[in-house]
């Protein structure tokens, strides 16, 4: 008996964690303020904010960077760490964001288009 409660113990664990979808879902939709882009060895912070919008039939969103006209694109989540970003107003933000860390407080991710070398930013 205690080695059944055991086995399914596990086994929600395991089924229950692998699947991180609903985690994005959870924590995606809203608005993130830029804490700093990483360009090589350098990290930058200036005025950029993402937006992720969920209604029933599309997701979308929006990119603000330093008080330029938004980027606007459609979104879908790919697995539990991409995001593809399609039909984008500007084209170095067209494709995968590859998800490195995401929770209540923080995203991080690359983008597939990458305007210098090891290019990363950290949302807040």
């Known amino acids: 008996m205690k ?20 985690d994005i879902d959870e924590y995606i939709f809203k608005t993130w303020e830029l804490d700093w882009k ?28 330093q008080g330029k006209d938004s980027v606007k694109f459609t979104m879908e989540i790919v697995n539990s760490n991409k995001i593809l970003l399609s039909e984008a107003t500007d084209s170095i933000w067209e494709g995968i964001l590859k998800i490195n860390e995401l929770n209540t407080r923080v995203l991080v991710f690359e983008k597939e288009v990458q305007e210098c070398s090891r290019e990363m930013y950290r949302f807040e």
Do not use: P, R
């Open 3 to 22: 080695a059944l409660k055991i086995l399914l113990l596990v086994s929600v664990f395991i089924f229950s964690g692998c699947e991180k979808q609903g």
């Open 38 to 65: 990483q360009c090589g060895v350098y990290q930058n912070k200036y005025d950029t904010k993402i937006n992720f919008t969920q209604t029933d039939s599309i997701h979308y969103g929006w990119v603000l960077e």
